[in-house]
């Protein structure tokens, strides 16, 4: 089975401007787990979905939004981007929503500029 | 709320020594434990996971963690260190049943492995 895909791998933004962030989970994997990876705050969960419904949302704020479609990828999209936002985003896939393994991809690195 | 603590974040070894990288957990209901590792610029790589079946968990790379709930640990370790070990370690608990399946991680311990 392919692993979990993230596109694009690498991204380059300036202040304001939004992104999107894509994610192709591991076929047959129904849930979809978001993470933002820094220096300084380590590994924190973004939000999560299952069946196009979000399941769980960490402590960030609302220009961090995600969405998942019906055939279990997902995108994550970032508003007014700010120099902090710099970080590596790792989507992680599971079957299923209850304290499953999560597989993760090999994530995006988003430079603020 | 679900937390984990990693004891150390820089250990080095030498080649052929003992691995042991600490992990601490807090939880209020029975947790799963996962330990992950990082190589640069790649995702995260499931080494193993508990889910209190056997409190002796054996993972990939000949790595196994032992969960101890006198000392809420699940310390990971490994007889022989390789340098292809070398990376980033990072111990994650589970949120309960509540939660889904989102990790709490900690800090991470980069490991080092010397000649």
């Known amino acids: 089975k392919a692993g979990v895909t993230q596109t694009p791998r690498y991204l380059i933004k300036t202040r304001g401007q939004q992104v999107t962030l894509s994610c192709s989970p591991i076929?047959?994997?129904?849930?979809v787990s978001w993470y933002q990876q820094t220096p300084g705050q380590g590994l924190q969960f973004l939000f999560e979905y299952f069946s196009e419904t979000q399941r769980n949302k960490g402590n960030f704020p609302g220009r961090f939004s995600g969405r998942q479609f019906s055939n279990s990828r997902s995108e994550m999209n970032v508003s007014t981007l700010e120099l902090g936002d710099s970080a590596l985003y790792l989507c992680?896939?599971?079957?299923?929503?209850?304290?499953?393994?999560?597989?993760f991809g090999p994530g995006t690195r988003l430079l603020v500029l | 709320a679900q937390s984990v603590t990693q004891l150390g974040s820089h250990v080095s070894v030498s080649e052929g020594a003992l691995v042991l990288l600490r992990c601490n957990y807090s939880s209020s209901v029975p947790p799963y434990l996962f330990w992950y590792v990082q190589y640069p610029n790649q995702g995260l790589q499931l080494l193993l996971k508990?889910?209190?079946?056997?409190?002796l968990v054996k993972g990939i790379n000949g790595f196994e963690a032992e969960f101890k709930k006198s000392e809420t640990s699940f310390h990971l370790t490994k007889p022989s260190a390789h340098m292809s070990d070398a990376a980033e370690y990072f111990c994650?608990?589970?949120?309960?049943?509540?939660?889904?399946?989102?990790?709490?991680f900690g800090t991470g311990t980069q490991l080092k492995v010397e000649l």
């Open positions: 508990y889910t209190s079946a056997a409190t």
């Open positions: 992680a896939s599971s079957l299923a929503v209850t304290q499953e393994t999560q597989y």
């Open positions: 994650a608990v589970t949120s309960g049943r509540g939660g889904g399946n989102k990790l709490t």
């Open positions: 076929s047959g994997h129904r849930s």
